[in-house]
C-alpha cells in the first residue's frame, strides 16, 4: 500500500517543520546526564557504523558537526588495515605519542611486517626487516616498557599491551606482575626464532598467529589502541562494552540471580531484576543411613551420585534423581516461609520400607564402601565418576583408598603416608580409553590413573593407581588440596596459615600467600580464578578463666581470594567454627553464592561479591560438617552434619527468569551517575 496519501504527506511536511525549526545544541554543551555531547555522539557515530547503518552515521556527523575521528586516525586505521607499513608510520607523529609509546607502537607495527614477510617466504627482506628495523627499537629504553608483539598476543607480558595471565597459564611462567627489563629483548629473540619454520602454517602455528588474510591485521590496530589516547582513536565497540559493563554492574549486584538467566539475551530497554529467589531453602530430603558424624558430602561431576564420608569409616555412594523426576510432593510446602522446612522424603536404616518412599526419583544407597579402619575425612571422584579416592582421618589408618564406583569394591589401598592423610584430589582417570561401565575389575586397571595426597605428614605425594611414586613434595602439614581445572597448578592449605601454589609438572613453589588465622580448608571455583579458604577462631587472650577475665577468641571467617591477581577480594561471617574442620563451598546459578557449614548446627548463604549474608538455614540437629553444590541441578546442594544424616536441599520456587516490571526490589536505587568520560 503506498504512503503517499494526503494524511501522510501532511503528517510529513509538520515532522520536516518541526525537525527544520528545532535548535541543534551546541556541541560543547553536556548531555542532559552530564556526559560530554561529543564524546557521546562520537559513539553513536561509531556504533550505527558498525550496524551498517553508514547514511545515518553521516548525517548525525553533519547535524552535529562532530567527527568520529580526525582523517588522520581514519588513514592511519586504513593504512594498518592495509598492510601499507611506510605509511602508517608516516602517520604516527600525527597520533600524539611520547617517545616511548612511539617506541613501543613501531615495535608492534614492524613485528606484524617481519611476519608477514616470512609468511610471504621473504626470508631475505624478513632478515633486513628484523636487524634494521626493529633491533634498533630495543637498544634504549628496554626497561621502560614490556612490548608485546602481535606473534603473541594471548602470552603474557607487562607494561600498556599486557595481558593478565590467567590461573591456568600461571605455570608456563610468569606471574603478570614482574617488570623484566629484558622482555623486550626477549620479544626480539622469539621473533628471530621464527625464522626457522620450513613454511607458512608452522610459522602460524608456533606464533600463535593467523596471518595477512586472518585478523591479525586487527588485532594490531587493537593493540596500537592501547598507547593512543582515546579521544583520538577511540576502542572498538565502544558503546557496547559499556552496556556490557551497566549489565554485568547490575548482575553482580542481584543477590537472588536466576538459574540460567546469564545465558539469556539481556534486554537493553529496562534493568536487569530477578523476581524471587532461587536459594535452596527447604530441606526435601534426609538420608540416614550412617550411624556416626558424616564428616565429608560430595557430588559426583555428572551429579547422578552423592557420596558420603563418615566416622563410622563407610562411605556410601547415593543415587541422585534427575532434578525432572522430583516428586511433585517436594513443593508441597511452598507457601511455608519458615527457613527450616524439614524433608518431605527420608531414608532412614531405622525405619521400616513402608515408611520410606519407594518412588524412583528417591535418594538410594547404591553402594556401601566399607575397609577403612579409621573416620572417612574426605572423598574425590575421578573426572568420570567411574573410581572413588578416600582418605581417613586417623593414626591408625594412614591410607587412600582407590574404590570402584560400579563393583563398590576397594582396588587399592595405598599406605605411602606416615601419618593420617586429609586430602586427596585426582589428576588423571584410569580405566581403558573407552570408560564404558560394565567393565570387569581387572579391565578397570588396566590404564593406572594419577593423584596427589597430602598428609600431617608434611608431604604431598603424586602417586600412580598402580602404586608407582611419582613426586614427592615435601612442605607444611597438610590441610586441605585443591588442583586447578588445567591440572597445572596444585594448591595446599597448610597448617602454617599459608595457601602455598605448586607448578604441578616440577613441583616447585610458584606463589605463597599468607592467612591470619589456621586454615581448615580451601575450594576452588569451576572456572579456577576464585579459591575460599575456611579459617578457624582462635583464642586472642591467654588469661585463665580463674582470673575473672573471659578468655576472648577471634571471629570465624571465609576468605575469598582471587587466584589470579593472588589478593584477598572478600570476607565472610557469622558462621561458627572453633573445634571442627567445617568446608564452604560455592553454589547457585553461575556460582554466584558461598555456603559454608557451622558448628551452631546452621548453614549459612552469601552473596559471593556483596559478602551480604542472605540466609541461615536450620535443620540439623549436631555441627554441619561439609556442604556440596550439585553441578547438574544449581538450585540443589547437600549438606553433611554430626547429626549423622545428610540433607537435601532445593528452592521452594520455579526456575523462572522475569525481565517485567514489577517486583524491583533486588537492585539499589541510584542517584543517577555522575559526569564522567565515555
Given at each position: 500500500?503506498?504512503?503517499?496519501?494526503p494524511?501522510?504527506?501532511i503528517v510529513?511536511?509538520v515532522s520536516?517543520t518541526v525537525?527544520s525549526?528545532?535548535?541543534?545544541?551546541?556541541?560543547?554543551?553536556?548531555?542532559?546526564?552530564?556526559?560530554d555531547?561529543?564524546e557521546?555522539?562520537?559513539?553513536?557515530?561509531?556504533?550505527?557504523r558498525?550496524?551498517?547503518?553508514?547514511?545515518?552515521a553521516?548525517?548525525?556527523e553533519?547535524?552535529?558537526?562532530?567527527?568520529f575521528q580526525?582523517?588522520?586516525?581514519?588513514?592511519f586505521?586504513?593504512?594498518?588495515l592495509?598492510?601499507?607499513?611506510?605509511d602508517?608510520l608516516?602517520?604516527?607523529?600525527?597520533l600524539?605519542?611520547?617517545?616511548?609509546?612511539?617506541?613501543?607502537?613501531?615495535?608492534?607495527i614492524?613485528?606484524?611486517?617481519?611476519?608477514?614477510l616470512?609468511?610471504?617466504?621473504?626470508?631475505?627482506?624478513?632478515?633486513q626487516?628484523?636487524?634494521?628495523?626493529l633491533?634498533p627499537?630495543?637498544?634504549?629504553h628496554?626497561?621502560?616498557a614490556?612490548?608485546?608483539?602481535p606473534?603473541?598476543?594471548?602470552?603474557s607480558s607487562?607494561?600498556?599491551?599486557?595481558?593478565?595471565?590467567?590461573?591456568?597459564?600461571?605455570s608456563q611462567?610468569?606471574?603478570?606482575?614482574?617488570?623484566?627489563?629484558d622482555?623486550?629483548?626477549?620479544?626480539?629473540?622469539?621473533?628471530?626464532s621464527?625464522?626457522?619454520?620450513?613454511?607458512?602454517?608452522?610459522?602460524?602455528q608456533?606464533?600463535?598467529?593467523?596471518?595477512?588474510t586472518?585478523?591479525?591485521?586487527?588485532?594490531?590496530l587493537?593493540?596500537?589502541r592501547?598507547?593512543?589516547d582515546?579521544?583520538?582513536m577511540?576502542?572498538?565497540?565502544?558503546?557496547?562494552?559499556?552496556?556490557?559493563?551497566?549489565i554485568?554492574?547490575q548482575?553482580e549486584h542481584c543477590?537472588y540471580?536466576?538459574a540460567?538467566?546469564?545465558s539469556?539475551?539481556p534486554?537493553?530497554?529496562?534493568?536487569?531484576?530477578?523476581?524471587?529467589?532461587?536459594i535452596?531453602?527447604?530441606?526435601?530430603?534426609?538420608?540416614?543411613k550412617?550411624?556416626e558424624?558424616?564428616?565429608v558430602?560430595?557430588f559426583?561431576?555428572?551429579?547422578?551420585?552423592?557420596?558420603?564420608?563418615?566416622?563410622?569409616?563407610t562411605?556410601?555412594?547415593?543415587?541422585?534423581?534427575h532434578?525432572?523426576?522430583?516428586?511433585?510432593?517436594?513443593h508441597?510446602?511452598?507457601?511455608?516461609n519458615?527457613?527450616n522446612?524439614?524433608?518431605i522424603?527420608c531414608?532412614?536404616s531405622?525405619?521400616?520400607?513402608?515408611?520410606?518412599?519407594?518412588?524412583s526419583?528417591?535418594?538410594?544407597?547404591?553402594?556401601?564402601?566399607?575397609?577403612?579402619?579409621?573416620?572417612?575425612?574426605?572423598v574425590?571422584?575421578?573426572?568420570d565418576?567411574r573410581?572413588?579416592?578416600?582418605c581417613?582421618?586417623?593414626?591408625?589408618?594412614?591410607?587412600?583408598?582407590?574404590?570402584?564406583?560400579?563393583?563398590g569394591?576397594?582396588?587399592?589401598?595405598?599406605?605411602?603416608?606416615?601419618?593420617?592423610?586429609?586430602?586427596?584430589?585426582?589428576?588423571s582417570?584410569?580405566?581403558t580409553?573407552?570408560g564404558?561401565?560394565?567393565?570387569?575389575?581387572s579391565?578397570?586397571?588396566?590404564t593406572p590413573?594419577?593423584f596427589?595426597?597430602g598428609?600431617?605428614d608434611?608431604?604431598?605425594?603424586?602417586l600412580?593407581?598402580?602404586?608407582?611414586?611419582?613426586?614427592?613434595?615435601d612442605?607444611?602439614?597438610?590441610n586441605d588440596?585443591?588442583?586447578?581445572?588445567?591440572k597445572?597448578?596444585?594448591?595446599?592449605?597448610?597448617?602454617?596459615?599459608?595457601?602455598?601454589m605448586?607448578?604441578?609438572?616440577?613441583?616447585s613453589?610458584?606463589h605463597?600467600?599468607?592467612?591470619?588465622?589456621?586454615?581448615?580448608?580451601?575450594?576452588?571455583?569451576?572456572?579456577?580464578r576464585?579459591?575460599?579458604?575456611c579459617?578457624q577462631?582462635?583464642?586472642?587472650?591467654?588469661?585463665?578463666p580463674?582470673?575473672g577475665?573471659?578468655?576472648?577468641?577471634?571471629?570465624p571467617?571465609?576468605?575469598?581470594?582471587?587466584i589470579?591477581?593472588r589478593?584477598?577480594?572478600?570476607?565472610?561471617?557469622g558462621?561458627?567454627?572453633?573445634?571442627?574442620?567445617?568446608?564452604?563451598?560455592?553454589g547457585?546459578?553461575?556460582?554466584?553464592?558461598?555456603?559454608?557449614?557451622s558448628e551452631?548446627?546452621?548453614?549459612?548463604v552469601w552473596h559471593?561479591?556483596?559478602?551480604?549474608?542472605?540466609e541461615?538455614l536450620?535443620?540439623?540437629?549436631?555441627?554441619?560438617?561439609?556442604?556440596?553444590w550439585s553441578p547438574?541441578n544449581?538450585?540443589?546442594?547437600?549438606?553433611?552434619?554430626?547429626?549423622h544424616s545428610?540433607?537435601?536441599?532445593?528452592?521452594d520456587?520455579?526456575?523462572?527468569?522475569?525481565t517485567?516490571r514489577?517486583?524491583r526490589?533486588?537492585?539499589?536505587t541510584?542517584?543517577g551517575?555522575?559526569?564522567?568520560?565515555?
Amino acid at each position: 500500500m503506498s504512503d503517499s496519501t494526503p494524511a501522510a504527506n501532511i503528517v510529513s511536511a509538520v515532522s520536516s517543520t518541526v525537525v527544520s525549526s528545532r535548535t541543534v545544541p551546541d556541541k560543547d554543551e553536556p548531555t542532559p546526564g552530564g556526559y560530554d555531547r561529543s564524546e557521546l555522539v562520537r559513539l553513536i557515530v561509531q556504533s550505527l557504523r558498525s550496524l551498517g547503518y553508514d547514511g545515518a552515521a553521516s548525517a548525525v556527523e553533519t547535524e552535529s558537526g562532530i567527527q568520529f575521528q580526525s582523517e588522520h586516525v581514519n588513514q592511519f586505521s586504513q593504512h594498518v588495515l592495509c598492510g601499507q607499513w611506510p605509511d602508517a608510520l608516516a602517520l604516527l607523529p600525527t597520533l600524539q605519542l611520547d617517545t616511548l609509546d612511539l617506541r613501543c607502537v613501531q615495535f608492534l607495527i614492524m613485528s606484524q611486517k617481519y611476519l608477514e614477510l616470512l609468511e610471504a617466504r621473504k626470508l631475505r627482506e624478513a632478515l633486513q626487516c628484523l636487524r634494521v628495523e626493529l633491533t634498533p627499537l630495543t637498544s634504549t629504553h628496554k626497561n621502560d616498557a614490556m612490548i608485546s608483539s602481535p606473534s603473541a598476543s594471548s602470552s603474557s607480558s607487562s607494561g600498556k599491551a599486557r595481558v593478565v595471565t590467567p590461573l591456568d597459564e600461571i605455570s608456563q611462567g610468569g606471574d603478570g606482575d614482574d617488570d623484566d627489563p629484558d622482555d623486550l629483548v626477549s620479544d626480539l629473540h622469539r621473533l628471530a626464532s621464527y625464522m626457522m619454520c620450513a613454511d607458512a602454517a608452522s610459522l602460524k602455528q608456533k606464533a600463535k598467529w593467523d596471518g595477512a588474510t586472518g585478523a591479525s591485521r586487527k588485532s594490531l590496530l587493537d593493540q596500537i589502541r592501547v598507547y593512543v589516547d582515546p579521544s583520538a582513536m577511540i576502542a572498538d565497540n565502544r558503546l557496547e562494552t559499556l552496556l556490557d559493563q551497566a549489565i554485568i554492574a547490575q548482575t553482580e549486584h542481584c543477590a537472588y540471580p536466576a538459574a540460567g538467566h546469564r545465558s539469556m539475551p539481556p534486554s537493553l530497554l529496562e534493568d536487569h531484576v530477578c523476581e524471587g529467589d532461587h536459594i535452596p531453602r527447604v530441606a526435601t530430603h534426609v538420608l540416614e543411613k550412617h550411624a556416626e558424624e558424616v564428616w565429608v558430602v560430595r557430588f559426583s561431576h555428572s551429579g547422578r551420585y552423592l557420596a558420603s564420608g563418615s566416622k563410622d569409616t563407610t562411605i556410601i555412594i547415593w543415587t541422585v534423581p534427575h532434578p525432572l523426576d522430583a516428586p511433585s510432593s517436594a513443593h508441597t510446602n511452598s507457601n511455608n516461609n519458615s527457613s527450616n522446612n524439614i524433608g518431605i522424603n527420608c531414608y532412614s536404616s531405622r525405619t521400616s520400607s513402608s515408611s520410606s518412599s519407594s518412588s524412583s526419583s528417591d535418594y538410594k544407597p547404591f553402594k556401601t564402601l566399607v575397609g577403612h579402619t579409621g573416620a572417612v575425612c574426605n572423598v574425590a571422584w575421578s573426572p568420570d565418576d567411574r573410581h572413588l579416592l578416600s582418605c581417613a582421618a586417623s593414626t591408625t589408618d594412614m591410607t587412600v583408598r582407590l574404590w570402584s564406583v560400579e563393583h563398590g569394591a576397594c582396588l587399592k589401598t595405598f599406605a605411602k603416608h606416615n601419618d593420617f592423610v586429609p586430602s586427596c584430589v585426582w589428576m588423571s582417570n584410569m580405566g581403558t580409553p573407552s570408560g564404558r561401565a560394565g567393565m570387569s575389575l581387572s579391565s578397570s586397571l588396566a590404564t593406572p590413573g594419577s593423584f596427589f595426597s597430602g598428609g600431617n605428614d608434611r608431604q604431598i605425594l603424586c602417586l600412580t593407581t598402580d602404586e608407582r611414586v611419582l613426586k614427592v613434595i615435601d612442605t607444611s602439614r597438610v590441610n586441605d588440596l585443591a588442583l586447578s581445572p588445567n591440572k597445572k597448578v596444585l594448591i595446599v592449605a597448610g597448617d602454617d596459615q599459608t595457601i602455598t601454589m605448586y607448578d604441578v609438572d616440577t613441583g616447585s613453589v610458584m606463589h605463597v600467600m599468607t592467612e591470619t588465622h589456621p586454615i581448615t580448608s580451601i575450594h576452588l571455583s569451576n572456572d579456577g580464578r576464585f579459591l575460599i579458604a575456611c579459617l578457624q577462631a582462635t583464642p586472642t587472650s591467654t588469661t585463665p578463666p580463674n582470673n575473672g577475665a573471659s578468655s576472648s577468641e577471634s571471629v570465624p571467617e571465609i576468605h575469598l581470594w582471587d587466584i589470579e591477581r593472588r589478593v584477598l577480594v572478600q570476607r565472610y561471617t557469622g558462621m561458627k567454627q572453633q573445634r571442627f574442620v567445617v568446608r564452604a563451598c560455592f553454589g547457585g546459578p553461575g556460582q554466584t553464592w558461598v555456603v559454608s557449614g557451622s558448628e551452631d548446627n546452621k548453614i549459612y548463604v552469601w552473596h559471593r561479591d556483596q559478602g551480604t549474608l542472605l540466609e541461615v538455614l536450620s535443620a540439623h540437629l549436631g555441627t554441619v560438617n561439609d556442604v556440596s553444590w550439585s553441578p547438574a541441578n544449581p538450585n540443589m546442594f547437600a549438606s553433611a552434619s554430626d547429626d549423622h544424616s545428610i540433607r537435601i536441599w532445593n528452592t521452594d520456587l520455579p526456575i523462572v527468569h522475569h525481565t517485567g516490571r514489577r517486583n524491583r526490589g533486588h537492585y539499589p536505587t541510584t542517584t543517577g551517575p555522575q559526569p564522567m568520560s565515555l
